[in-house]
């Protein structure tokens, strides 16, 4: 059984990873369609808004689910065998420390989340704002349980650090994935690839922002944690992270073509446009959930400068 939850962990971190990252990218794709879009799109704008709304709903939920089935396996790993789990026992894992007070932040923030998609109209505080607050504590939370929150860091620059690769990632992955599920195939017309055009564009913008910050915040948590280049080399630790280092550039050469190549075909009114966008999205998602699959085995393999 406990071979079965060491295995269930990195499952549980990488649904959590994408799950973080797509809420994230639901703030920033209604960002983009708001601008995009405006008044006058203002009926097409509601019904993308709508879909966006849905579509990180769910994601709230999910959350919360994650966030379950994650004390459970805490609570299974670190419990005797022959001894019966009690309420003392829970307590001491899921409130104290500082992995109990970040799981309990995180849950508290899916649990506010999911009430504030349902009771929209109630609320004292808009949910334009509330919502962004509580996807960044929920992120802030995830970096509370692992690396990041080790006594490595001595501080809390490490929580920032990881802060700041997550959101990143949120920014350019999570944007990308919410707009290929909820916002592309509402432009899938010919009269409205300008406007698929103009959403590109800001979103290879805000993309490129999110990489620089997926790409600063991991360089300078590596020269934290890889020590000399020999140890960094031999550890599992290491090779795992330039196998996703290699999956960063595909996903970033991906995006440079849609940039480059996919977005001006589709402003030029091109028919072959967006079969190419379909085509480069999937594959720039799927080397990103390779990369996300990596992390969850990253944030619990031993460090090379602790090896």
């Given at each position: 059984?406990?071979?079965?939850?060491?295995?269930?962990?990195?499952?549980?971190?990488?649904?959590?990873?994408?799950?973080?990252?797509?809420?994230?990218?639901?703030?920033t794709a209604s960002?983009?369609?708001?601008?995009?879009?405006?008044?006058?799109?203002?009926?097409?704008?509601?019904?993308?808004?709508?879909?966006?709304?849905?579509?990180?709903?769910?994601?709230?939920?999910?959350?919360?689910?994650?966030?379950?089935?994650?004390?459970?396996?805490?609570?299974?790993?670190?419990?005797?065998?022959?001894?019966?789990?009690?309420?003392?026992?829970?307590?001491?894992?899921?409130?104290?420390?500082?992995?109990?007070?970040?799981?309990?932040?995180?849950?508290?923030?899916?649990?506010?989340?999911?009430?504030?998609?349902?009771?929209?109209?109630?609320?004292p505080v808009k949910?334009?704002?509330?919502?962004?607050?509580?996807?960044?504590?929920?992120?802030?939370?995830?970096?509370?349980?692992?690396?990041?929150?080790?006594?490595?860091?001595?501080?809390?620059?490490?929580?920032?650090?990881?802060?700041?690769?997550?959101?990143?990632?949120?920014?350019?992955?999570?944007?990308?994935?919410?707009?290929?599920?909820?916002?592309?195939?509402?432009?899938?017309?010919?009269?409205?690839?300008?406007?698929?055009?103009?959403?590109?564009?800001?979103?290879?913008?805000?993309?490129?922002?999110?990489?620089?910050?997926?790409?600063?915040?991991?360089?300078?948590?590596?020269?934290?944690?890889?020590?000399?280049?020999?140890?960094?080399?031999?550890?599992?630790?290491?090779?795992?992270?330039?196998?996703?280092?290699?999956?960063?550039?595909?996903?970033?050469?991906?995006?440079?073509?849609?940039?480059?190549?996919?977005?001006?075909?589709?402003?030029?009114?091109?028919?072959?446009?967006?079969?190419?966008?379909?085509?480069?999205?999937?594959?720039?998602?799927?080397?990103?959930?390779?990369?996300?699959?990596?992390?969850?085995?990253?944030?619990?393999?031993?460090?090379?400068?602790?090896?």
């Open positions: 059984m406990i071979g079965d939850t060491i295995l269930l962990y990195p499952v549980i971190r990488g649904l959590l990873f994408i799950t973080l990252l797509l809420l994230v990218g639901t703030q960002w983009i369609v708001a601008r995009q879009f405006g008044a006058a799109a203002e009926s097409l704008t509601r019904r993308v808004q709508r879909a966006i709304d849905a579509f990180g709903m769910p994601l709230g939920g999910l959350l919360l689910f994650l966030s379950v089935a994650r004390a459970t396996l805490q609570l299974w790993s670190l419990k005797d065998p022959a001894e019966a789990l009690t309420l003392e026992f829970a307590r001491a894992v899921l409130l104290e420390g500082t992995w109990g007070t970040s799981w309990l932040i995180q849950s508290t923030a899916a649990v506010l989340f999911l009430a504030s998609s349902s009771f929209t109209t109630r609320l949910r334009e704002v509330l919502a962004p607050l509580l996807i960044v504590a929920a992120v802030w939370a995830q970096t509370g349980m692992g690396h990041a929150a080790s006594s490595f860091w001595n501080g809390p620059l490490g929580r920032g650090l990881q802060l700041t690769h997550l959101i990143g990632g949120g920014i350019w992955l999570g944007t990308l994935g919410v707009l290929a599920i909820a916002v592309f195939p509402a432009l899938d017309r010919t009269e409205q690839q300008p406007l698929l055009a103009g959403v590109l564009r800001d979103f290879s913008s805000v993309a490129r922002t999110g990489a620089a910050l997926v790409v600063l915040a991991g360089l300078l948590i590596t020269l934290k944690y890889a020590g000399s280049l020999s140890a960094f080399l031999a550890a599992s630790w290491g090779r795992l992270l330039m196998v996703k280092v290699a999956g960063l550039g595909g996903v970033a050469g991906l995006g440079w073509y849609n940039w480059r190549i996919v977005t001006p075909e589709i402003s030029r009114g091109d028919s072959n446009g967006v079969a190419h966008l379909r085509r480069a999205v999937r594959l720039e998602l799927a080397l990103g959930l390779v990369m996300l699959a990596i992390t969850a085995f990253l944030v619990a393999t031993q460090l090379p400068r602790e090896a």
